[in-house]
């Protein structure tokens, strides 16, 4: 079982940054992939960013490439993603995701993103 923990979600000016974090509470962090989601009411739970564990491959969504950019800390069993450049419809609740090498997975309880323009 992994325990997933979002902090830094909160409310900013569009054009400006945010940095959330996911901590995890597995061992042998660096044995699950990770990805960021983000979810509006009323629609589905979409992909935002992904990166394995090694943290040598990333991906992303279209619409945040190049202002997005995930990253991890195995030694502390932490997940990021850098926020810049936030526009309006990046407004969501941003969740942590872990994946394991066995098909399991695990969600964070979310953080809310407000950006206002």
């Known amino acids: 079982q992994v325990q997933l923990a979002e902090f830094g979600g909160k409310s900013v000016q569009a054009g400006g940054s945010l940095r959330l974090s996911c901590g995890a509470s597995?061992?042998?962090?660096?044995?699950?992939?990770m990805a960021w989601f983000r979810q509006v009411p009323g629609k589905e739970r979409e992909f935002v960013a992904g990166?394995?564990?090694?943290?040598?491959?990333?991906e992303y969504e279209d619409s945040v490439k190049g202002r997005f950019t995930i990253s991890r800390d195995n030694a502390k069993n932490m997940v990021f993603l850098q926020m810049n450049s936030l526009k309006a419809e990046d407004t969501a609740v941003y969740y942590c995701?872990?994946?394991?090498?066995?098909?399991?997975?695990?969600w964070g309880q979310g953080t809310q993103v407000t950006v206002s323009s």
């Open positions: 995701k872990a994946n394991s090498r066995g098909g399991n997975y695990y």
């Open positions: 597995a061992r042998a962090f660096s044995r699950y992939a």
């Open positions: 990166i394995s564990g090694s943290g040598g491959t990333t």
